[in-house]
């Protein structure tokens, strides 16, 4: 019942971390409240190549590759992003998640299922851990060190009352059959009122099986009442493409957005969706989430070899993981609000500029599933978005002004 390190959350984000730590002969047991990993999905398993390879996963789980998408404005305009190079892997999500528990698992790491991190307290030299199982009395695991990848709504976070991401979108997604449909390329619809401050997506599984979704943001409606299924079937009734769709299995879920300035404490660690390590633009979070739980476990052995787990010993991580993408996070936040400001006549006048040999060329070329800052470098030269730019620059210096006024 002592342990090394707790790991809350059997995710991808926790596994991998648990397969690290346990790796180097550290007693792992990771915590999953549900009975199976893997399940449910919530995800609609859309990875770049680079992180396939460092989730480790066997490649039998992948099942298209995609090499391009076509993003259509709420009019008319259409932009056409078909390329040559594979640009994202769709992936068997449950399947890439029991993988990666297999990896921790073989590395000596104790994975016990449907057993659900209710609470902790903090003595002098370990934690107590309480679980609860379903009907069953819980029981107290101890450790060191624990770490909390338990998703948008972590449970470790609340209970340290560590901030939380302050955007939390909510997404419908769903796997569909769809007559017709098939090849190697990603749909994206634009809409402020079918996805307000988000997107609908539309990608090809295989031939006649596809994975569809649509997201709102709370911060562009609060009085908005539309549930996001709701949103799915009107985006569904509005284009073509989606004509002869029949949902054979639905998911949804929430996807966190925020850059997060403290995501440690004493003994604790925060990674993955706990840790909003997510991609503000997509929301596609595996590939910040494993380079998360890569830092995360990094600090751990750490903290472990050095047997300090003191706040200011554990800050090693957050300093690691913003070095290598924090500014990333940022930048795709500021890109966000940017995007949020717009409306749909200067979307559909966006992606009208945006249809030209030179943009798309651009695009195509500059375009990075995990890296979306390097594309955005190159649109900040394009004039609508540049326009966009020099007006929330100007917004932020009058706010700057404002507040000084308003405090001297
Ligand atoms: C609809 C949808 C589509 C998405 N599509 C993509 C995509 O195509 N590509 C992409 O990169 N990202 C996508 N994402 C985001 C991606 O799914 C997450 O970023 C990723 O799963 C984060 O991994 P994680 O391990 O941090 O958290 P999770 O995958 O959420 O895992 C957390 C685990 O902790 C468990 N848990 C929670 N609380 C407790 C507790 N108290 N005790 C014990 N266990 C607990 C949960 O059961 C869960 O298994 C999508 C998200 C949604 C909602």
């Known amino acids: 019942m002592d342990y090394d390190v707790i790991v809350a959350g059997g995710g991808p984000v926790g596994c991998s971390a648990a397969r690290d730590i346990a790796g180097q002969g550290y007693r792992v047991l990771v915590l999953e409240e549900h009975k199976k990993i893997g399940e449910p999905v919530q995800c609609s398993g859309l990875v770049s190549e680079r992180t396939f390879e460092i989730s480790r996963v066997s490649d039998q789980v992948i099942l298209n590759t995609l090499k391009g998408a076509v993003v259509y404005a709420p009019n008319k305009n259409v932009l056409d992003l078909q390329g040559d190079k594979v640009y994202a892997l769709v992936v068997d999500r449950g399947a890439f998640d029991r993988d990666l528990a297999g990896q921790a698992a073989a590395a000596g790491a104790k994975i016990y299922h449907g057993k659900k991190l209710i609470s902790f307290d903090c003595l002098t030299d370990r934690l107590i851990v309480n679980t609860t199982s379903g009907e069953e009395k819980g029981c107290a695991f101890t450790c060191k060190l ?74 562009m409606n609060s009085d908005w009442r539309e ?74 052995v750490k903290a472990l070899r050095e047997n300090d787990f003191s706040r200011s010993f554990l800050k090693a991580y957050q300093n690691a993981w913003d070095e290598d993408f924090g500014l990333e996070i940022k930048c795709g936040l500021k890109h966000r609000e940017i995007f949020l400001d717009m409306d749909n006549r200067e979307i559909e006048f966006l992606i009208g500029f945006l249809n030209k040999p030179y943009w798309r060329n651009t695009i195509l070329k500059y375009g990075d599933l995990d890296y979306h800052s390097w594309l955005a470098a190159k649109l900040s030269l394009a004039q609508p978005w540049a326009n966009r730019f020099l007006g929330s620059g100007l917004k932020i210096l009058l706010r700057g002004l404002k507040h000084t006024v308003e405090n001297s």
């Open 146 to 219: 624990l770490i909390g990848a338990d998703g948008y709504n972590s449970a470790v976070a609340r209970h340290l009352n560590l901030p939380a991401a302050q955007e939390k979108v909510s997404l419908f997604a769903a796997e569909v059959s769809l007559p017709g449909f098939g090849g190697q390329i990603a749909h994206i619809f634009l809409d402020r009122l079918l996805a307000p401050g988000w997107f609908g997506w539309l990608m090809p599984v295989k031939k006649n099986l596809a994975r569809v979704g649509i997201g709102c943001s709370p911060l």
């Open 227 to 300: 549930s996001p299924r709701s949103l799915f079937e009107k985006m569904a009734a509005k284009h073509p493409i989606f004509k002869g769709l029949e949902v054979l299995k639905t998911t949804g879920g929430i996807v966190p957005i925020d850059y997060l300035e403290r995501t440690y404490d004493t003994r604790v660690l925060l990674a993955g969706d706990a840790a909003s390590q997510v991609k503000p633009i997509s929301g596609g979070g595996l590939f910040l989430g494993l380079k998360g739980a890569s830092f995360c476990a990094a600090t751990a």
